[in-house]
């Protein structure tokens, strides 16, 4: 999805307030880039990863899920 959004942000809109000159996409790739970047042990890597915490693994979940549901319910959306 980082990708998607990196190389087609225009095409992606938000129900989220966005304050005017901002990119409203912004807060949904942060989001994307925290869980991606720290939750290195769930992506599969050649090298070995830190082992995570209890308390990061239940952020990743919260964040994941909240992702997850913003995009079926409409909070982000991609333009045909």
């Known amino acids: 999805m980082l990708g998607e959004i990196g190389n087609a942000r225009a095409k992606f809109t938000t129900a989220l ?11 949904v790739e942060a989001m994307m880039r ?16 830190v082992p995570e915490t209890l308390e990061a693994a ?15 319910s409409g909070v982000v959306v991609r333009n045909p």
Do not use: M
Not at 17 to 27: F, H, L, Q, Y
């Open 17 to 27: 307030d966005t304050p005017s000159g901002k990119d409203p996409i912004a807060p």
């Open 34 to 49: 925290a869980l991606w970047d720290g939750q290195i042990s769930r992506h599969g890597k050649q090298t070995a990863t």
């Open 58 to 72: 239940r952020a990743g979940v919260h964040l994941a899920a909240t992702l997850v549901q913003w995009f079926i």
